[in-house]
């Protein structure tokens, strides 16, 4: 997973950058933060990614405003715009950086899907990317389909045949003077037979970004993916799954270096490290209020604990196994996981002797680097040349202009330490800007597919 370097300049960093969105990373009370519908917040955090030679920008999708006890949660207020109108609006005002969308492989169809991405891979000359995400869960899907369920151990057999319908439809055209290849698939989700009204787009399909963390969603990144994003911080954790991954690719038949590791980052960065250090903790502090960490701790207990002071010990009550009734929405504890977190947090409490809301905000953080503008690239370097990842998908506390500080003071040394481009190549792709082949080879991706959780490639 490197690109061909000069053995004396460092590997090139991968830079992402994810729209913060609506979620408890984000600090509302800041003067600084901007609307979340409005284009001017996306526009405006853009064009700071561009200003930074940034590789691309990452929009996440909401598909049904969140709830905890039956009301709208309060993070969710602001609404969830739709993520392709905008990364659409974005090809028109940008012109080099990627332009990633999640969308949802279980309840949209492969077809709208394809012609879709294939369309902003043409209107932005070949920056689009879709990352694709799964859902099991019957609160999104009422919005979709009749009882909206999807079992569990489907949700990659859904992906793996919808991407491979997509595939297919995106390599059903060789070039535009070659007559169409009819699509006919019937498989366990599926029953198509048509043709796509797009030739091949700029780079062939658009790249695959893949998040998923189980063994389910490994194996389909491997056999799938381009770039996958992960939330692993710790250097150790991430060396690993770096190694795993590597791996796994490996066995679907795939060069490793053709998929890239990108963990989401947080940088927190100031004049000193010591004065990063109390600006961080500044941040998680105004990130987590008392009302949000009795909240976050009700996603794992699954049951309510407004009686609980924020201020004081966490709740002395066992976690409500079963179906998850309180939060809906949210990224869920699986139920026979749910004992063994509270334990994790009452054993970081104890030993760290902290009250309830320290303990979310010391469980919850991910700023990643914090230092000096000197303290951070050193480290990102560091982190890329010992392969622990790729690059990084910066998640800011704000936004929009949350990546002015690290844009400002941290990528002008990148730049001098030959680490970050200091121009864009001209007219590259997104796949050229990555480091990846330049043309898509149908032949050398999909072949990881799943039934009933198995890997049966």
Known sequence: MTNQQNHSSPRQIILGAHFPGVNH?????????GSHIEF?????????????????????????????????HDLDVVGRPDTLPILAALASVTDHIGLVG???????????????????????????????????????????????????????????????VANRFWASWKDVESERERVNVTNDQFDIHGEFPLPRSPQGRPLIFQAGKSAQGQDFAAGNAD??????????DSRRFYRELSERVRQAGRDPESVKILPGTSVVVADTD????????????QQVSGQTAILLLEQIWNRELSEFDPEG???????VVGETTISKGRSEVRHDDRFAAVQKLRDIAEARNLNLRETVIATQSRQTFVGSPETVAS???????????????????????????????????????????????????????????????????????????????
């Open 227 to 236: 770039a996958i994003f992960t939330l692993h911080t710790d250097n150790e």
């Open 379 to 457: 480290e990102m370097i560091e982190t890329v040349e010992t392969h622990v990842s790729d690059g990084f998908i910066l998640a800011p506390h704000l936004s929009p202009t949350g990546l002015v500080p690290f844009i400002d003071r941290v990528v002008p040394l990148l730049q001098e330490r030959g680490a970050l481009r200091t121009e864009y190549p001209e007219g590259a792709t997104l796949r050229e800007l990555l480091g990846l082949p330049t043309t898509w080879d149908p032949a050398t991706t999909g072949r990881a597919t799943f039934r009933q959780g198995v890997n049966v490639s």
């Open 102 to 164: 999640t969308i949802n492989a279980t309840f949209n169809e492969p077809y709208e899907v394809a012609r879709q991405f294939a369309t902003l891979d043409y209107v932005s000359n070949g920056r689009a990317g879709w990352n694709i995400v799964t859902t099991s869960d019957s609160f999104h899907g009422a919005n979709f389909r009749r009882g909206g369920y999807l079992d569990r151990a489907d949700r990659y057999v859904r992906a793996s045949q919808a991407l491979d």
């Open 25 to 33: 990373h984000t600090v509302w009370s800041d003067p600084e933060s």
């Open 274 to 285: 010591e004065e990063a250090e109390e600006l961080a903790a500044t941040i998680r502090a």
């Open 313 to 319: 010990p966490l709740p002395d009550v066992d976690p």
């Open 40 to 72: 001017e917040s996306f526009e405006k955090f853009a064009s700071e990614a561009e200003r930074g030679r940034l590789d691309f920008i990452f929009l996440a999708e909401g598909l049904r405003l969140r709830e905890n006890r039956g009301l709208i």
